[in-house]
């Protein structure tokens, strides 16, 4: 690998569908130029929009490779979930959540339902490019090994790539029922904020969840 003949994320079509003096979303000026110390990011952010669906974003060429999962991650390695790839997104938006504004593209709340690192199984541009993605993801919910494929078949709306989102047999698996992460785990995993309370914009320092149940018992 070439540093410098890498194939660089475009955020331009995230751009060109953005009104930035209107919604608080970043306008992303920078492209990620290092891998950091941290390593590479991922974000899955949970996007109440027209339809609730969830967003899983890799760092990749300094952007956010992202893709819309309708029903969100599973644990279960029997379960497929569909993943549209969609335009990159900033590198900064690992960082964003909030609210987007009624009347601007995507409006709606979003929460960073999970964060954290995602280590390739093999070069990433090349693994992109061959439409297989194999990692491991050491997040706050999801763990181990994932695979994310992509189908053969291009969806007839904006020629979007249909690809599936597949958990891989390992000691981080759950066989048996498909949402129990989504389910059991319903809190950002940045700020600890339910739905309700980041469309709300409650300041997650105000949120005494765990010390009122703890006066109640
Ligand atoms: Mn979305």
């Given at each position: 690998m070439v540093r410098g003949k890498e194939e660089k994320g475009d955020i331009s079509e995230y751009r060109r569908k953005r009104r930035f003096e209107k919604t608080p979303?970043?306008?992303?000026?920078?492209?990620?130029?290092a891998v950091s110390a941290g390593g590479l990011s991922f974000v899955v952010h949970k996007h109440a929009a027209s339809h609730l669906h969830y967003d899983f974003r890799i760092e990749m060429g300094g952007v956010l490779k992202s893709w819309a999962v309708p029903k969100g991650p599973s644990l279960d390695p029997s379960v497929k979930r569909l993943a549209m790839l969609v335009e990159d997104h900033p590198y900064?938006?690992?960082?964003f959540e909030g609210v987007i504004p009624q009347?601007?593209?995507?409006a709606g709340t979003v929460m960073i339902w999970d964060m954290g690192e995602w280590i390739p199984g093999d070069n990433p541009d090349e693994m992109l490019k061959k439409g297989s993605l194999k990692f491991r993801l050491n997040g706050a919910k999801l763990k181990g090994k994932w695979a994310l494929t992509r189908m053969k078949k291009v969806s007839e709306e904006e020629g979007r790539e249909s690809w599936l989102l597949i958990k891989e047999r390992d000691e981080t698996a759950v066989s048996g029922n498909g949402d129990e992460i989504l389910e059991e785990n319903p809190?950002?995993?940045?700020?600890?904020?339910d739905m309700d309370e980041i469309a709300e914009g409650?300041?997650?320092?105000?949120?005494?969840r765990g010390t009122k149940k703890k006066v109640l018992r």
């Open positions: 979303e970043p306008e992303g000026g920078k492209i990620q130029s900064d938006y690992k960082d009347g601007e593209y995507g809190l950002s995993a940045a700020t600890g904020r409650m300041d997650p320092k105000n949120i005494l």
